[in-house]
């Protein structure tokens, strides 16, 4: 049985699901474009299609605030390849990875120096562009440097009602 045009095109765009694993030094996000799942859909032949251009830029912003501290576009690796830009197939078997971490860059002429961030509370918006659409995620971090040593970690949000 051929799949029809729009049953394609309508459940078979891509479908980008983050995650974040919780590291000492950086929070690892990955990214993976689940395969269709549904059974119905996998019989008439459904396909989750391959998404051609993926890139990633998030920003630290102190919390409640709205001007960003820095705006870095993270090197995403998949399969043994690292760019700032990728394309990502359908599958659950891998998924690109980038690192969020304490440095960000300071303002310099030669752009190669970096800082570290003071401890306190941050908010971070991570913009992933794929194809034609943009998805935009909003997580607080928190760091602290203790002994010399600097940690970085997701803060889950808490809503007082």
Known sequence: MAVQPFT??????PRIKVGFHGKV?????SLQNCPITN????????TRSPVQDL?????????NMKVPLASITPQLTYSGYTSEHISLPATTLDSAVFNITPEIPETFFDGQHRKTLA???YTVYIRVEYDTKVLVIE???EIRK???????MLLDKTYAM
């Not at 394609?8 to 765009?13: D, E, L, P, S, V």
């Not at 203790?146 to 970085?152: A, P, Q």
């Open 8 to 13: 394609q095109a309508i459940w078979g765009r």
């Open 55 to 63: 890139s990633v830029t998030y920003y630290i912003t102190e919390t």
């Open 146 to 152: 203790l002994h010399e040593k600097t940690y970085i």
């Open 25 to 29: 030094e950086a929070i690892q996000c």
């Open 119 to 121: 401890s306190g509370v």
């Open 39 to 46: 059974s119905l859909l996998r019989k008439i032949g459904v």
């Open 139 to 141: 997580k607080d971090i």
